[in-house]
């Protein structure tokens, strides 16, 4: 499967997440991310380091074992779409149609997330790590 990963899963990865660091790790599914979600990490970073006890640079360490398995989308890939995706989000966060917009690029089959920002658009489906974990036993 194709799967575009909000920042959300890749923090709560960092932050000891088991079920979200085996899906991500498990080489089964093509994960996407729009390249800016890494900025978007890195505004945690010092409250993630404080709750796993981490040093900066470990990290940055972890990020980057993580982004192995994630593809990152250049905003010039995906930019023809944003306007299709920003009518979709409507008045929600306005960087989650960034997430949208690479689902349509590479015709991804889900968005995984746990935002409920998600839930009024129909460009794309959408599935929370329980719905993913869910959908994979079967």
């Given amino acids: 499967m194709i799967i575009v990963v909000d920042a959300n899963i890749i923090i709560a990865a960092l932050l000891g997440s088991r079920g979200k660091i085996v899906i991500l790790t498990s080489y089964n599914h093509l994960f996407y991310a729009p390249s800016f979600a890494v900025d978007e990490i890195k505004k945690y970073k010092q409250d993630i380091c404080a709750k796993m006890n981490w040093t900066f640079e470990e990290f940055n ?3 980057e074992a993580l982004l192995v398995f994630i593809t990152l ?4 890939g995906y930019e023809r ?3 299709k995706s920003s009518s979709a ?11 949208i917009a690479c689902a ?4 991804a089959d889900f968005i995984w997330t746990e935002d409920k920002d998600f839930s009024d658009q129909k460009l794309v489906s959408v599935r929370t790590t ?3 974990i869910d959908e994979n036993k079967q």
Avoid: M, T
């Fill in 130 to 132: 329980a719905q993913f």
């Fill in 61 to 63: 360490i972890y990020l």
């Fill in 89 to 99: 989000i409507k008045q929600r966060d306005v960087k989650d149609a960034d997430y």
């Fill in 104 to 107: 349509l690029l590479i015709s």
């Fill in 73 to 76: 989308l250049d905003h010039q």
């Fill in 81 to 83: 779409y944003l306007e």
